[in-house]
C-alpha cells in the first residue's frame, strides 16, 4: 500500500488535488473552531444560539440535497466543485470584513453558515464522483487512505491554530483564514482535469424522475440502506455532543480558548492514526469485519468526554476524542472507497445525496435537540445524553447483514437481476475480487 500510495503522489493531478484539499480542510478545521468562539465570545451567545450556527451548517442537505445529486450528475464535477469553493470564499470572507466594520450579527453568521453549507452539499457530491474518474482499484483506495489522512492531520493543526489566532487577533481572523483556504483549493482544482473515467452520455429524464431513481437504488440495496440508517443516528448523536462542546469545555469544564484548541488539535491525531491503520485491518482482518471494529471503538470511548474538567481531568476529553475520531476517520477510509466504486457511475451522485439526505439531515436536528436539552437541562447533561446515545450505535451495525460478511460486497445485484429479467435472461455474477473502503456517513 505504501509503494501505491507513492505512486498515486507522482500524478501531479492527484497531488494538486490533496493538495488543495489539505489546504482546505485546515481552514475548515480552524473555522470549525472559530464560529463558535467568534459567536461565544465576541457576540455572547448561548448554547442554543452556538447549536443553531452549527445546525445551519448541515440543513441544506435536508432543502437542496435531492435535487443537487441530479444536478451533479448531469454536470462535469470539478467544475461543480470550484463553483462550491468560490462561494465558499465569498461566505466565509463576509465574516471578518462585518467583524472589522463593527457590523457583525449573529444573523449574518447564520447566514455565512448556510452559505457555506449549500456549498459543501455540491462539493462533496462532485468529490464522490470526481475521485473515482480519476483513479480505480488499489490506487482509489490508496488515494481515500492519503485524503484522510491528511485532512486529519490538518485538523490536529487547525483547533490549536484557531485558539492561538482567538488569544492574538481575535476569532475571526480563523474565518478569513478559512476564507483563502477555499481559495487555494479552486486554483488547484482549476490545475486537474476532468478524469480518464467519464461516463457515457445518456439520455436525461426529469429531475423528479431521476431522483427517484436513486432513491429507489439506495432503498432497495441492503448494505447501503443500513449503512444509511446507521449514519443518521450516529450523525445524530456525534454532532449533538460536538454542538455544545465548545460551550461545555469553556464554561462547564473551565477551559481556556487556547486550551480548547490544544485539546482538540490532539483529538484529531486520532484521525491520522485512524486513517493510517484502516487499511491495514482491512487486509488483516476483512473490510466490513474492520469497519465494525472501528465504530466498535469510537462509540463508547466517547462515554469520557463528559468527564473531562479541569487540570488532569482535562485528559480525559482529549483520549476520549482521540479514540471517537480515531474511530470514525478509519471507518470513513473503509467505507469511502466502497461507495465509490459499489455504487453504478451515472448513479453515483444521486445515490450520494439520497443517502445525505438522512446521513447529513440528522446533523441538524441533533446539533438543534442538544441546543434544546443543554438549554432545559445544563450543557453537562446534554453532553452526557448525546455521548451515551452514540455508544449505543453500533448494535444497528451488529444487527445487519454486515456482520456476517468478511469484506464489503464488490457489487449490487438487485439492479442486475431486475435488468436481466427485463431481457429475458440470466445474468452471471460478477467474479470476486478483494475490496478495501468506504462512504462517509460520519465524519
Not at 134 to 141: C, F, M, S, V, Y
Not at 314 to 325: D, I, P, R
Not at 409 to 438: I, K, M
Request: aromatic share 6%; proline share 5%; hydrophobic share 50%.
Amino acid at each position: 500500500m505504501t509503494s501505491i500510495r507513492a505512486g498515486v503522489l507522482r500524478r501531479a493531478d492527484v497531488r494538486a488535488l490533496w493538495f488543495g484539499e489539505t489546504v482546505s480542510e485546515l481552514g475548515s478545521s480552524v473555522s470549525s473552531l472559530a464560529i463558535p468562539l467568534v459567536a461565544v465570545v465576541t457576540l455572547h451567545a448561548g448554547a442554543l444560539a452556538t447549536a443553531v450556527l452549527i445546525a445551519a451548517a448541515w440543513l441544506p442537505w435536508v432543502l437542496i440535497g435531492l435535487p443537487a445529486g441530479a444536478w451533479v450528475d448531469r454536470l462535469p464535477a470539478r467544475k461543480v466543485m470550484i463553483a462550491a469553493d468560490l462561494l465558499s470564499v465569498l461566505a466565509f470572507a463576509s465574516v471578518p470584513v462585518a467583524a472589522w466594520l463593527g457590523v457583525l450579527t449573529l444573523a449574518q453568521l447564520l447566514a455565512c453558515a448556510l452559505l457555506g453549507g449549500c456549498a459543501a452539499v455540491f462539493f462533496q457530491t462532485s468529490y464522490q464522483v470526481f475521485l473515482p474518474s480519476l483513479l480505480d482499484g488499489d490506487e482509489l483506495a490508496s488515494a481515500n487512505a492519503l485524503m484522510h489522512g491528511s485532512q486529519s492531520a490538518a485538523r490536529v493543526g487547525g483547533p490549536g491554530l484557531a485558539g492561538l489566532l482567538a488569544s492574538a487577533v481575535g476569532a475571526v481572523a480563523g474565518v478569513l483564514l478559512n476564507a483563502v483556504s477555499f481559495l487555494v483549493s479552486a486554483v488547484c482544482l482549476m490545475s486537474v482535469g476532468d478524469g480518464e473515467h467519464q461516463p457515457a452520455a445518456r439520455e436525461r429524464a426529469s429531475l423528479r424522475t431521476e431522483i427517484a431513481e436513486g432513491a429507489r437504488f439506495l432503498a432497495r440495496d441492503p448494505y447501503l440502506r443500513i449503512l444509511t440508517i446507521w449514519g443518521a443516528v450516529s450523525n445524530f448523536a456525534l454532532i449533538g455532543y460536538q454542538a455544545v462542546l465548545i460551550v461545555f469545555l469553556v464554561h462547564d469544564a473551565r477551559l481556556g480558548a487556547g486550551l480548547v484548541g490544544l485539546l482538540v488539535a490532539l483529538t484529531s491525531v486520532g484521525g491520522v492514526a485512524g486513517a493510517a491503520l484502516a487499511p491495514r485491518l482491512g487486509r488483516r482482518f476483512g473490510t466490513a469485519r474492520a469497519f465494525i471494529g472501528c465504530e466498535l471503538v469510537a462509540a463508547p470511548a466517547a462515554l469520557l468526554i463528559p468527564l473531562a474538567g479541569p487540570g488532569p481531568r482535562a485528559a480525559l476529553f482529549a483520549v476520549g476524542g482521540f479514540l471517537v475520531v480515531a474511530g470514525v476517520v478509519g471507518g470513513n477510509v473503509l467505507n469511502s472507497t466502497w461507495a465509490q466504486t459499489y455504487t453504478p457511475r451515472e448513479l453515483r451522485g444521486r445515490v450520494s445525496t439520497c443517502s445525505g439526505l438522512l446521513n447529513y439531515g440528522a446533523i441538524p436536528l441533533g446539533a438543534l435537540c442538544a441546543g434544546l436539552l443543554a438549554t432545559a437541562f445544563g450543557t453537562h447533561d446534554s453532553i452526557w445524553i448525546t455521548t451515551s446515545m452514540l455508544a449505543l450505535c453500533p448494535s444497528v451495525l451488529l444487527l445487519s447483514p454486515l456482520r456476517r460478511r468478511r469484506d464489503f460486497p464488490l457489487a449490487p445485484t438487485h439492479g442486475r437481476q431486475r435488468r436481466a429479467e427485463s431481457d429475458g435472461r440470466h445474468e452471471r455474477p460478477p467474479v470476486s475480487r478483494s475490496n478495501a473502503g468506504r462512504t462517509s456517513t460520519v465524519s
